[in-house]
């Protein structure tokens, strides 16, 4: 059974990089044809996707955060991150990172089937 974990500081000020870790067991991050996706879900908003790392390296990214959002990982340790870069009080979110098989069904729609638990990132000064 895979789990996720996510990790990282709960307070980032703005202009600063928020950067976050996700920690996945019961899985390697770089076996089948998953993707270790990051989602956020900002007070009284739906989920929004912001980009995944595909077991085979591959890099994808939400259009409306590429510019600032940056997605690795360290196989060695079996983890991906997450950096966003230029924060504001607006990226304050639950975060969460989760796996999926796909990226998008066909009509558009994301599925994951593993989740972390999410943690709280507050942008403020």
């Known amino acids: 059974q895979v789990q996720l974990q996510e990790s990282g500081p709960g307070l980032v000020k703005p202009s600063q990089t928020l950067s976050l870790t996700c920690t996945v067991s019961?899985?390697?991050?770089?076996?089948?044809?998953?993707?270790w996706n990051w989602i956020r879900q900002p007070p009284g908003k739906g989920l929004e996707w912001m980009g995944a790392?595909?077991?085979?390296?591959?890099?994808y990214y939400s259009p409306s955060l590429k510019c600032r959002t940056s997605i690795s990982r360290d196989t060695s340790k079996n983890q991906f991150t997450l950096q966003l870069s230029s924060v504001t009080p607006e990226d304050t979110a639950i975060y969460y990172c989760?796996?999926?098989?796909?990226?998008?069904?066909?009509?558009?729609?994301?599925?994951?089937?593993?989740w972390g638990q999410g943690t709280q990132v507050t942008v403020s000064s």
């Open positions: 019961g899985g390697s991050i770089t076996s089948g044809y998953a993707y």
């Open positions: 989760a796996r999926s098989s796909l990226l998008k069904t066909t009509s558009g729609i994301r599925e994951y089937g593993d």
């Open positions: 790392m595909q077991a085979i390296g591959g890099v």
